[in-house]
């Protein structure tokens, strides 16, 4: 498989999913002193050249799903984001992941890292400070590196605990949270999740979103609020969860 690096802006950059291996598209953004990659996929020719990119990494996750997060013990990174649920899943991929995340403790129990890890939680942290190994995301986390990255907790149907990114105020990446939980021949989404997740795309700027594994994954974002939003109006009074039939 030969690997191609796909242009979207001078400073925004994607590699394509494959689904043999089931790999995501893997997002390169270029600061000034680090290449952000949001998802780093499950395809280790994608690892190898990721590590070929002679820059400092920043990493951060989408999601736990393995075809999003499979090569994060491959790839030769700085600092890695990602939620509370997606850790949970570390130890399969980095087998001392509990020693390394174990023996930053004493620093940050000591001061030395709580002003990194306050503002790693949520706020700005401009580049010239330093961040932990390990960001466990709760609240926004906004860099400025020649190039302006948001990274927010996104609520959505398709997997718990998910982050989006969002580039230059301009464009959304954001993994696969348009997409719902399968049961057989019904897509099903949660209804109050989906109303927080439309909630929060209409309040981020930008007018463009970036969903993973389609041939054509740049939107506009108005069309994708169309879209969810008639999802939403199906939804039943005291049911939880809207269910569309794939025929529909």
Same mark, same amino acid.
């Given at each position: 498989?030969? #690997?191609?690096? #796909?242009?979207?802006?001078?400073?925004?950059?994607?590699?394509?999913?494959? *689904?043999?291996?089931?790999?995501?598209?893997?997002?390169?953004?270029?600061?000034?002193?680090?290449?952000?990659?949001?998802?780093?996929?499950?395809?280790?020719?994608?690892?190898?050249? $990721?590590?070929?990119?002679?820059?400092?990494?920043?990493?951060? $996750?989408?999601?736990?799903?393995?075809?999003?997060?499979?090569? #994060?013990?491959?790839?030769?990174?700085?600092?890695?984001? @990602?939620?509370?649920?997606?850790?949970?899943? @570390?130890?399969? !991929?980095?087998?001392?992941?509990?020693?390394?995340?174990?023996? *930053?403790?004493?620093?940050?129990?000591?001061?030395?890292?709580?002003?990194?890890?306050?503002?790693?939680?949520?706020?700005?942290? /401009?580049?010239?400070?330093? @961040?932990?190994?390990? +960001?466990?995301?709760?609240?926004?986390?906004?860099?400025?590196?020649?190039?302006?990255?948001?990274?927010?907790?996104?609520?959505?149907?398709?997997?718990?605990?998910?982050?989006?990114? /969002?580039?230059?105020?301009?464009? &959304?990446? &954001?993994?696969?949270? $348009?997409?719902?939980?399968?049961?057989?021949?019904?897509? +099903?989404?949660?209804?109050?999740? $989906?109303?927080?997740?439309?909630?929060?795309?209409?309040?981020?700027?930008?007018?463009?979103?970036?969903?993973?594994?389609?041939?054509?994954?740049?939107?506009?974002?108005?069309? +994708?609020?169309?879209?969810?939003?008639?999802?939403?109006?199906?939804?039943?009074?005291?049911?939880? !969860? #809207?269910?569309?039939?794939?025929?529909?």
């Amino acid at each position: 498989m030969s #690997i191609e690096q #796909i242009k979207i802006t001078e400073q925004i950059s994607y590699i394509k999913a494959s *689904e043999n291996p089931l790999s995501a598209d893997v997002i390169l953004v270029d600061g000034q002193e680090y290449l952000y990659v949001f998802d780093v996929g499950n395809n280790e020719q994608v690892a190898e050249y $990721l590590n070929a990119i002679p820059k400092k990494k920043r990493v951060i $996750l989408s999601h736990f799903h393995t075809d999003h997060m499979g090569n #994060i013990g491959r790839v030769q990174w700085e600092n890695v984001f @990602f939620g509370a649920n997606t850790e949970k899943y @570390f130890q399969h !991929y980095i087998s001392d992941y509990a020693a390394q995340r174990f023996a *930053e403790l004493p620093a940050a129990l000591t001061g030395a890292l709580s002003e990194e890890a306050a503002e790693g939680s949520g706020g700005t942290m /401009q580049n010239e400070k330093k @961040f932990p190994r390990y +960001v466990t995301v709760f609240d926004t986390v906004t860099i400025q590196d020649g190039v302006s990255v948001e990274i927010h907790p996104v609520p959505n149907s398709h997997a718990k605990g998910s982050l989006l990114l /969002q580039v230059n105020e301009e464009t &959304i990446f &954001i993994g696969d949270s $348009l997409y719902s939980k399968v049961d057989g021949d019904t897509y +099903v989404y949660n209804a109050q999740l $989906l109303k927080e997740e439309i909630e929060l795309l209409k309040e981020l700027p930008g007018n463009q979103i970036f969903s993973c594994h389609e041939a054509r994954p740049i939107k506009a974002k108005a069309g +994708v609020l169309r879209f969810l939003e008639q999802i939403y109006a199906k939804r039943e009074k005291n049911d939880a !969860y #809207i269910r569309v039939s794939k025929k529909e």
